[in-house]
């Protein structure tokens, strides 16, 4: 199964979109068995693919009960689960600078081990099909909103949105990339400062244009 890639980002503009409006998609279902089944069917899904026989051929024969939306609810709730390990693994930070505990975030949620590339390559084929882009505009806007929780950002109000909405952006690009060429973490992290960088010239020219000092929070996301 190949992605569509047009689909993808399709998907990722709708996610930013809905980001615009300041609401989240509802939290899923989350418990310790199906957070396992889950690890043991994405660690082969990339070459064997998210469908109802596999999960019952490596988490055992009543697996397909923990998820009965099938496959695509198999992939948007193993995005769940990364978003969680990203936070998880985000806790003990010690970065003073918001702009690179958003790339931490982001590094530790788009990795360059194999096996999550892939698993995810077959995973945005899952949810790139029409009946479940729901399913993936929910998960992109699920996970843009929990990098900035990993970053441990407190914003509220318009200011809350508008990171958001720059994250999504970053993220939508930096995924893309990943997706097709994420297997050097030194390219990654450069690419994701690029990125960054592009987000802080861009509110200083915002700011000038508009007679007003460049906020610091700009160089953040």
Not at 174 to 194: K, V
Request: overall charge positive.
């Amino acid at each position: 199964m190949t992605i569509g890639w047009g689909k993808v980002e399709q998907a990722i503009s709708l996610a930013v979109a809905g980001l615009a409006t300041g609401s989240m998609p509802a939290p899923i279902e989350r418990d310790a068995v199906r957070d396992d089944a889950l690890r043991k069917l994405a660690a082969v899904a990339g070459a064997r693919g998210w469908s109802v026989p596999v999960l019952r051929d490596v988490a055992g024969p009543q697996a397909d009960l923990l998820f009965p939306g099938g496959a695509v609810e198999m992939v948007e709730a193993w995005s769940d689960l990364c978003d969680r390990e990203m936070v998880a693994a985000m806790l003990e930070t010690t970065e003073p600078r918001l702009s690179q505990r958003v790339q931490q975030a982001l590094l530790l949620r788009l990795p360059v081990d194999p096996a999550m590339r892939a698993g995810a390559r077959t995973g945005f084929a899952t949810l790139a099909t029409p009946c479940a882009r729901g399913a993936l505009r929910r998960s992109l806007m699920r996970t843009i909103n929990t990098i900035w929780q990993a970053a441990q950002d407190d914003s509220s109000g318009m200011t809350y949105v508008t990171k958001r909405l720059t994250l999504g952006a970053v993220y939508g690009t930096t995924l893309l990339y990943w997706l097709a060429r994420g297997q050097n973490e030194a390219a990654l992290a450069a690419f994701i400062d690029r990125r960054l960088a592009g987000v802080l010239r861009l509110g200083k020219l915002r700011a000038r244009f508009s007679g007003r000092r460049p906020i610091a929070r700009a160089a953040a996301v």
